[in-house]
């Protein structure tokens, strides 16, 4: 059951990751470049804090509000997720251990 809801959840974190990568590629070569140098460790957490600038042009502009979005979503689903993979650890635990070395 535990696999079930993490699979699920997993999934739909998958979906707004996805976008978010495509929003980076088709944004504008400054903006794209600017996203790809954050390390990809930190860069959900940095894109949150994006807003427009008064330099933005309407797609610049456009992307930043949706990028915001899509990391805001991801967040909100990685903390579901990440209580379900430690559901399915304490069980692993419990009734297989060895589940942990493949």
Do not use: F
Not at 10 to 34: F, I, S
Not at 71 to 82: G, M, S, W, Y
Not at 91 to 99: H, M
């Amino acid at each position: 059951m535990h696999l079930l809801v993490y699979d699920a959840l997993v999934g739909k974190r998958t979906a707004p990751g996805n976008r978010l990568h495509a929003v980076v590629t088709g944004a504008p070569a400054e903006m794209r470049q600017e996203v790809v140098q954050i390390p990809k460790s930190s860069r959900i957490a940095a894109l949150t804090g994006w807003r427009a600038r008064s330099s933005d042009d309407v797609v610049a502009s456009a992307c930043r509000q949706v990028m915001r979005q899509l990391v805001r979503h991801v967040i909100t689903l990685e903390q579901p997720a990440d209580a379900a993979s430690a559901g399915l650890d304490v069980l692993i635990d419990e009734a297989a251990p060895a589940l942990h070395d493949l």
